[in-house]
């Protein structure tokens, strides 16, 4: 007899859609897309488009599932990244 043994491969990642609105400190909106593995990985790859666009001090990052032109008029965001504190810098993840 012969031993079968069974594979899953759907915990494997996979590339997703993602595209955000990211604001600029004077509330300019930049709006990206890219395909990611993790919305994580998404978060990053905004924020370098964001920093190769100009934008030197981002105050709200909000990223959606899919793309940007398929998205919902009133689709909520999968994460937000707001700044918080103006004096000290920084996001933080709502």
Request: with cysteine.
């Amino acid at each position: 007899m012969s031993n079968i043994v069974h594979v899953d491969f759907s915990a494997r990642k996979s590339e997703r859609a993602f595209s955000a609105d990211v604001y600029s400190f004077d509330m300019k909106k930049y709006r990206f897309q890219v395909v990611a593995t993790s919305i994580t990985e998404a978060y990053y790859a905004f924020v370098a488009e964001a920093v190769q666009h100009g934008v030197n001090v981002i105050r709200c990052i909000a990223i959606y599932l899919g793309l940007a032109d398929q998205r919902a008029e009133y689709q909520v965001p999968a994460k937000v990244w707001q700044q918080y504190d103006p004096v000290a810098g920084g996001l933080v993840e709502f």
